[in-house]
């Protein structure tokens, strides 16, 4: 890239993916860490802040039964040496509280040759005590994340493995293509950014089981909890399965020093268990990040 840039995405991952609410996006997070999907790894000291918008809250391919938008706010804190750590705080709209999750973690960052890179991380999720969103039913993530660019295309595998109040193994598969314009948008230091690309998710979804047992009074309200035939009891979330097809096309204006991204996102929830009953759903979500060197 023209530019140095840095964030990272930690799932949703993923891709969240995962994703994500995304972490992200996180894939893994997925779910909340949705820093701009047109990143490179550098080696240099830097601050990061953003925030973003979400048009609702996925978990490794999985929502609740509630539509969730939200904002977050994300710091980043990049050595010279590739060590990183971060914090991120998730308001949802439409409710009273100040702040519905709080995000920390830290990792490492690698890149042993021009095309090969990688991170390993552990994350934190504290939820306040309505626990509303489903990635409330873990609190611990360790990801472990590799990308080899091709050239016509760049391909990453994300490892997450998640504990907490339930355990589920993830594996995030996704097929890129990253490229920019010339420059000269507004001025000759800008430029627009596109990183397309397609993800599939396999794992457990142990956690769909949890917050189903969890939040079974909200599910009754909202005659979403299975009863009889189909009920989670039925079904072994235990088991690995392929869990979501996503389509993703982020585009990005960038700046020396910061971003504006946003994305659009097609999910396709494939073997839903338990409790929940995902369709297929548009996702929309828009970041603004500001780099200090």
């Known amino acids: 890239m023209r530019y140095l840039h840095i964030l990272l995405l930690i799932l949703i991952v993923n891709a969240a993916h995962g994703a994500g609410l995304t972490r992200y996006e996180y894939t893994g997070r997925s779910v909340y860490n949705m820093a701009k999907d047109t990143d490179t790894i550098i080696r240099k000291q830097s601050l990061s802040v953003g925030i973003n918008y979400g048009s609702d809250a996925m978990f490794f391919g999985r929502t609740g039964p509630i539509t969730y938008p939200f904002f977050s706010t994300d710091v980043v804190y990049n050595t010279k040496a590739g060590f990183f ?22 990792g ?15 994350n934190r999720f504290i939820f306040n005590k309505e626990e509303r969103i489903i990635e409330s039913a873990t609190s611990n993530d360790v990801n472990w994340k590799n990308s080899m660019d091709w050239k016509p295309f760049k391909s990453t595998v994300i490892l ?65 909890y299975k009863y009889g035939p189909g009920a989670p009891s039925n079904f072994n979330n235990g088991r690995l399965n392929m869990l979501n097809y996503s389509f993703k096309l ?18 396709i929830p494939v073997n839903v268990e338990g409790a929940l009953e995902n369709k297929h759903e548009s996702f929309f979500n828009a970041s603004f990040f500001y780099i200090f060197y």
């Open 108 to 122: 490492y960052l690698y890149r042993p040759s021009k095309k090969f890179s990688g991170s390993i991380s552990y």
């Open 160 to 224: 997450d493995y998640l504990f907490g109040k339930s355990s589920d193994f993830f594996l995030t598969l996704t097929q890129s293509k990253y490229f920019e314009t010339k420059g000269n948008i507004f001025s000759d230091d800008d430029y627009l950014s596109f990183n397309p690309g397609i993800s599939a998710i396999i794992g457990t979804q142990n956690f769909v089981q949890r917050y189903s047992l969890d939040h079974q009074d909200r599910f009754d309200a909202d005659n979403i």
């Open 250 to 267: 982020p585009i990005a204006y960038n700046r020396p020093h910061y971003t504006f991204e946003f994305s659009y996102k097609y999910s």
């Open 85 to 106: 750590i971060y914090g991120s705080a998730l308001r949802l709209i439409g409710y009273r509280t100040s702040v519905d999750e709080v995000d920390v973690g830290g």
